[in-house]
């Protein structure tokens, strides 16, 4: 439930103190550890030809040490090797051994220039590295062995990935990264499965000789990921997201977002988030120590989102003790509240799709559709899951009554009927842009594959970028649309930037929002409108039985996303509302920006309200927290639920709640950085 990892430097045997370390996990409580033991340097007197041991090692055993300690503390005890870089003497023997560069040059390595970068996919794992994670679990019977950089950095070109591409495929090594390119495509998957055959060797090799552990590679992620989350999810029996901080322009709640996307996946296996007590910039301040609030609030986000915490540190010899106290903080709080993270599921409605075959042979921009969609839902406090486009059959979209289709752009035909059966069950969709245009394999197809779900057909013509393009919002003077909830004294709005022409095959008895088209945005004296007319509706909503379908033809969740402009945003919160069509599982009212969460527990149910209100909420780092004010929590239970005790966890008070029905609500009188309403049942 609370990690610890302790990463020792090469110069760290008989400098560092372990008792200092025993001490501190002891402190804050953690229950598990991530200790170095080899690969790069090896901590422990390995006997394996080649394997370097610290050249500060002597005769001492820094890993056995921790290891025994860490034991008797009743901790989980897992070991970190990384296999990414190696030394002049195992290239001089095996210079097979090392990742060659796209001119055929082996690669020296870019940031410790004495080194080499090896080959992912040839002999130095299969061979070297699985020796290497023998000896360890032989020696040590540890938990598991965690692989960091287990995959490579950058395509090899060596005489291995060569020849076994060109036997495996029939294709020489790909020379662009066009994923409409045969051979790339052939790569994208052929690097998968020679992982995937790698990963399966070395949790074989493991659990020969200890049966309970596995290996755990350092993978995982969104769209953007190059491995399949799916085949990941089966073959991890717990998974550790390396999301260390934020950086740029990042958003906090990013690191539930990886909760989210491995959730998807993983299913109620424990998934553990990694966070860092210093910065993650491109410069790698890798001995730094980040202003408290900020890796406070990242870690607070990921436990939101089910994510069970991990700090991590570099180096047995501290330069720098600031973050030593604040994570002990968080730890303790998070000891305390066990019970309640321990979660069975989460009660959310809403799904939010994402699809790596897109990321993988459509490209573009897939993140940033997602995250249009993240941050309106944010905002909107609509609590989400994420669902993996591999997944869903109906057993695993039964928790859902709504998914948000973020321009899933490349979907099989198999992928549509899923979905077309997802609406027939009573199921509803909203979905944007080019969703379905293409196939899985990113080839573009006539028309929608979903064309009889949105109602419309692809009029064979795509606007890539609008400049000064509006909305005409349709007020209807008998009913007003649920759609402009919130626009009601718009007349129009903004536009996206790219949208798809599309014929309607049917009328459509509402049109909420038609097309006021570009017109020129200089010279000043130019800019009026030429038509502001068109009746070309611009969202398509229909209801099939209990199912809704609403389509955007246009990018609004990615221009959402670059510009945030309020109006968009209104836009998503009411096409979720619109259809989802059922109470809300959670309606939170107050000020402030909060991520909403609502799980169940075995024996109660949970609502974490993590406060993202912050002049640096959308660039960190995150100064102080800054305290919001009273909020109204009403959060529907399932039927037959009595709750005995509803209490606050941060405030550590009970708290008077009101039952009306289904409906439990009670006011949670302020949140400083994450407080978590706790219904005991
Ligand atoms: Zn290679």
New binding site residues.
């Given amino acids: 439930m609370r990690w610890a990892q302790l990463t020792l430097v090469e110069d760290d045997p008989g400098k560092f103190d372990p008792k200092f370390w025993l001490d501190y996990f002891k402190r804050i409580q953690a229950d598990a550890v991530c200790l170095s033991a080899g690969g790069c340097v090896a901590y422990y007197p390995t006997t394996i030809p080649l394997h370097h041991r610290s050249a500060w090692l002597g005769d001492s055993d820094p890993l056995g040490e921790l290891i025994a300690g860490c034991r008797q503390l009743g901790m989980v005890v897992i070991a970190r090797t990384d296999p990414h870089a190696t030394y002049d003497d195992v290239q001089e023997a095996h210079p097979d051994w090392i ?2 560069d796209d001119a055929g040059k082996r690669r020296r390595h870019w940031a410790s220039p004495e080194m080499w970068v090896t ?4 002999p130095y794992n299969f061979e070297f590295m699985t020796a290497v994670k023998r000896e360890i679990m032989q020696r040590y019977r540890v938990d598991g062995i965690f692989i960091n950089r287990w995959d490579g950095s950058g395509q ?3 005489a ?2 060569q020849e076994n591409f060109r036997t495996a495929t029939g294709h020489e090594l790909p020379r662009t990264n066009n994923p409409q390119d045969p051979a790339r495509r052939a790569y994208v998957l052929w690097r998968q499965q020679r992982l995937f055959e790698l990963w399966q060797l070395w949790d074989r090799e493991v659990r020969a000789i200890h049966p309970p552990a596995h290996v755990i590679p350092n993978t995982g992620g969104g769209a953007s990921s190059s491995l399949d989350m799916q085949r990941i999810g089966e073959l991890a029996p717990t998974l550790f997201a390396d999301r260390q901080a934020r950086r740029g322009l990042a958003a906090p709640w990013a690191n539930g977002k990886n909760a989210k996307e491995f959730r998807a996946t993983l299913g109620r296996k424990p998934i553990v988030g990694i966070f860092s007590v210093g910065l993650e910039e491109p410069y790698r301040w890798k001995d730094s120590v980040q202003n408290p609030s900020e890796f406070q609030l990242w870690a607070a986000d990921g436990v939101a989102n089910d994510l069970r915490p991990w700090f991590t540190k570099f180096s047995g010899t501290l330069h720098d003790p600031r973050w030593l106290k604040p994570v002990e903080t968080l730890y303790r709080r998070y000891a305390g509240w066990e019970n309640y993270l321990r979660n069975e599921r989460p009660l959310a409605r809403v799904g939010l799709v994402y699809s790596q075959q897109t990321g993988w042979f459509h490209g573009g921009r897939v993140e940033e559709h997602i995250d249009g969609w993240y941050q309106a839902l944010i905002e909107a406090r609509i609590p989400f899951e994420m669902v993996h486009d591999r997944l869903l059959a109906p057993e695993q979209l039964a928790p859902f009554k709504t998914l948000l289709l973020p321009n899933i752009a490349a979907l099989s035909k198999a992928q549509c009927q899923q979905l077309r059966a997802f609406v027939q069950r009573g199921g509803s969709l909203v979905a944007t842009h080019e969703t379905s245009l293409y196939d899985e394999w990113g080839a573009k197809q006539p028309n929608f594959g979903l064309a009889d779900l949105f109602g419309v057909d692809y009029a064979g013509q795509t606007h890539a970028r609008m400049q000064n393009t509006y909305l005409r919002c349709e007020h209807s003077t008998a009913q007003p649309h649920p759609l402009l909830r919130g626009l009601e004294d718009a007349p129009r709005i903004i536009h996206g930037v790219a949208r798809l022409e599309v014929t309607p095959r049917e009328p459509f008895s509402s049109m909420p929002l038609t097309l006021i088209p570009s017109y020129p945005d200089l010279p000043m004296e130019k800019v009026y409108p030429r038509t502001t007319k068109t009746g070309v509706a611009q969202v398509f909503l229909r209801e099939l039985g209990p199912g809704r379908v609403a389509f955007f033809p246009w990018d609004i969740d990615r221009t959402f996303w670059e510009v945030l402009c309020v109006d968009h945003f209104k836009l998503l919160r009411n096409a979720v509302a619109w259809a989802t069509n059922e109470p809300p599982v959670i309606e939170v009212s107050g000020p402030g920006m909060l991520d909403v969460t609502v799980w169940q527990q075995r024996h109660s149910f949970t609502v974490h309200l993590v406060n993202l209100t912050n002049p640096m909420m959308m660039k960190g780092p995150v100064r102080e927290f800054i305290r919001i004010g009273e909020q109204q929590v009403r959060v529907r239970l399932p039927a037959g639920v009595k709750p005995r005790r509803v209490h606050l966890l941060a405030a550590n008070k009970t708290v008077r709640a009101k039952r009306d029905g289904e409906f439990l609500t009670a006011t949670v009188p302020s949140v400083l950085d994450h407080e978590v309403l706790a219904i005991d049942v």
């Fill in positions: 990742a060659v080959c992912a996919l040839g090899c070109y060596c291995h990935c």
